[in-house]
Structure formats: structure tokens, C-alpha cells
DNA sequence: GCGGTCAACGGGTCAC
DNA sequence: GTGACCCGTTGACCGC
């Protein structure tokens, strides 16, 4: 692809573009926003702009933003309808609604990603801890050892093992049978 | 100048 | 085939 200009979606009007003198950082520095440009007037501008020019980067108006947002926390996902609803609503194209949508449920996925790989890193971290120590503990019953445990001083062999579903951690006795792992 | 953010895109997959 | 969605990427913009 590379390169917007020989893209052909540059010619579908799904993206309002401004050029030249001005642009968008002078619709800023007078309060203004791409998307409060009078619908006659935007029109005549991204006529002239479809030349194979570079796309400029629109920005959604804080009162947009809010109220994306808020839809966001309601329902992840919109139907054609609500689409159509909050476009018009927000004086914005389906398709912004739609790729604004799509990104924020990225942006969402990834910070969720991190969340977990942190609690992972903690989780490896304690456990690397706790296996320091049964090693330590090993090490001390080691020394200690002088005949033949008697049996009631022998641990019992046992197994960790973690719920997929909740993460709950339970240590199975193996003379106990598998009974003893549920904690559900 | 550089890195981060984010709107927008193209391509792939899936359900209908 | 079509539409909705995800994913990776691009490029404009912004703050440092």
C-alpha cells in the first residue's frame, strides 16, 4: 500500500480532510473543529482536497469523546441502528463511529493485556519466592536427617495445582485421592 | 527531533 | 457475497 495518496479509499469521502492554509491547527486556534465546519462548507473543502493530497488527522471534540465514551461503557459493541443514532447525534460519519468504536475496544484489549501480564509478573514472582523458601526448608530437613524418618514425621507428597477458571491455587495430597483439589 | 497518541486504513476471518 | 469485526499499520498531530 504504502503511501495514502495512491490509496483508493482517499476517494470514498469516509475521511474529512482539511488542507492547505489553516488546516485544522488554525480551526483550533479558533475554537473551532473539523467536524463543526458547516456541512455546505466542509463538503466544498474535501471536494478540493481529493487530489491525491496526504489525509490530516481529524480529531474528535471533547463533548464527542465524552459521549463515545460513555456509549463505550454501556455496550462495547453498537448495532447498525445505534450506529446511525449516535452519528447523527454526534455529526459524525457511521464509519467514524464505527472505526472509533474498533480502536477503543483495542485500546481496552491492550490495557487488559497489560493488567495481566503485571498480575502474572507479581504471581511468578511470589511464587518464585515460595519456592526459594520450600528449597531453603528442603535444604534445612536435609541436615537434619540423621535414620529413617518415622512415618508420622514424613510429608505427604503433594501437587499444586491452579484453577483455570478463578486462579485459585489448591495443594493436592496424593494419598488423599483427587477429591481433595476441588474447591468448588 | 523524537516518541506517544489516535483517527483511519487495508487485509484477513467469520457468521449469515 | 456481504457486513461486522479484529489486527497490524500508517501518518498527522502534539508535548517534551
Partial sequence: ????????SLQSCDTPLIEGEGGVSAMKDLG???????SGVKEE?????????????LRLTK????VLEQRFQLNHALNPKQKEGLADQLKLK???????????RARSKLKQTETECE???KWFGSLSEQNRKLKKEVEELRGMKVGPPHRSQQLP???????????????TFLDK????????
Wanted: charged share 20%; aromatic share 8%.
Fill in 1 to 8: 500500500m504504502p503511501g495514502f495518496p495512491s490509496s483508493p
Fill in 32 to 38: 473551532l473543529d473539523i467536524n463543526q465546519i458547516p
Fill in 157 to 171: 507428597a503433594a501437587t499444586l495445582t491452579m484453577c483455570p477458571r478463578c486462579q485459585h491455587v489448591t495443594t
Fill in 119 to 121: 498480575y502474572l509478573k
Fill in 177 to 184: 485421592g483427587p477429591a481433595a483439589a476441588s474447591h468448588h
Fill in 45 to 57: 473543502c474535501m471536494e478540493e482536497e481529493y487530489g491525491g493530497l496526504p489525509r490530516k488527522k
Fill in 94 to 104: 457511521p464509519r467514524q463511529v464505527e472505526v472509533w468504536f474498533q480502536n477503543r
Fill in 63 to 66: 463533548e464527542q469523546s465524552r
